[in-house]
Structures are given as structure tokens and as C-alpha cells.
């Protein structure tokens, strides 16, 4: 079985009847959000489930697993998503997807938060192999990428794949910046340093979901828990 979907079915074993779930986004995710669906059909199952974003709501619609939107809950019982990089403090770079403000929400409103990983994603440091990425409203662009560069960074804007000319469009109607940045940066004073940028709408660094996390690891011998 391959590891994305082995974390995906393990993640899936901790949902319990009644539970507000909140969902993740891309090719890990989709896994978790199957099982959940085939759950919900064949033992009846009884969840509501909370989207990361408008891919991951017509994939838990066509799966059959009912959503409730974030602004009518208070809170979620367990949040499942995968992740791009882990670091052993688990704290995670995501967005990949331009999922990651919707992402965000759900790893602060939740109890508990499951990263489904496989052994690739897992480096010793952030930004080993992958930028973190930006999410800009467009007209605060130009702003954004200066205010970037003055922290030390690189920012690329994220360009759509075939099917659409110019920029990925986030969910939210704004830009993605990928930003890599040289040597070792204190992550914690970029983190802050971006929330605070005026026109950053949010960012893929997950620092401080840690405590609440449990970092579910598919390798070639199973499934394992980061310790
Ligand atoms: C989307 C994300 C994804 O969770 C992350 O990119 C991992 O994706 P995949 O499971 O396809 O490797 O953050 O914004």
C-alpha cells in the first residue's frame, strides 16, 4: 500500500461518532477524507466534517461526508493534513496546495491535530526542501515581496500549471509567494515577522500547533509516530 494512504487509514481509526473534524487538503489528505466517506457509509459513521479549502470540499461532497462551515462551529475534536516538511519539533511548512490560511484556522481551532506524513517529508531543519509560502492580497504585492526581502528572503510568485495563463489564485482570490531563505533563519522571529506585514493574508510556517500534534509517519514498515 503506498505510505500516503497507510497514514491516511491510520489517521482515520481516530475519528469517533459524533466528532467535528476538521479537513485537510491535498494527495495525503484525500486518503483520509476517502476512508472517512466509506466509514460514514458502511458503520454509519455520524461526524461533521470542517473544509481546509474548495478543493477539499468537493472532495468531502463527492465522498459524502457532510460539512459544516468554519464560522458555525466553536471548535474541532481532531484535525487530519498532511504537511510538506516536518522538523523533529514538529513544527511543519505546508501550502503546497495555497491551502494554508484555510489550514491555519483549522490547526488553531482544533484539540488535536494528526500530521499524516510519509518518511520524505520529514528534514532536520525548515526549508531544507521546500520555500514557505506567501499568501498576498494582489495589490499589496510589490509591499509584500520588499517587506520579504528586508527579512533575509527570496520570494518567486507561484505560477499556474497548464490549464490557466499567469498566477495561482488562492481560494481567497489572492497571490502566492514562495520564499526561500538562505542559511539558518530563526523561523520563529519570521513567523512573527510575516503576521505581522501589512497585506500578508497568512503563511505555511506551523509553529506553534506542536503541543497538540501527533506527526503519523507512513514508511516501508508501517505506520509510525514521530517521537
Ligand atoms: C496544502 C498542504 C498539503 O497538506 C501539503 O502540501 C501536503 O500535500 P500532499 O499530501 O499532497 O503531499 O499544505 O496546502
Known sequence: MDHKQSVGLEAAKHVKDGMVVGLGTGSTATFFIRELGRRIKEENLGIRGVSSS???SLLARSEGVPLVPPDQIDRIDLYVDGADEVDPAKGLIKGRGAAMVGEKLLAEACDRFIVIVDEG???QRLGAKFPVPVETMPAASTF?????AALGGKPVLRLAPG???GPVVSDNGNLILDVTFAGTPDWNAIDAAL??????VGHGLFLRYASKSTVLVGSPGGVRVLA
Open 144 to 148: 509584500v515581496q520588499r517587506g520579504i
Open 121 to 123: 517529508k520529514l528534514v
Open 163 to 165: 490549464g490557466k495563463d
Open 54 to 56: 474548495l478543493a477539499c
Open 195 to 200: 503576521n505581522g506585514l501589512p497585506g500578508v
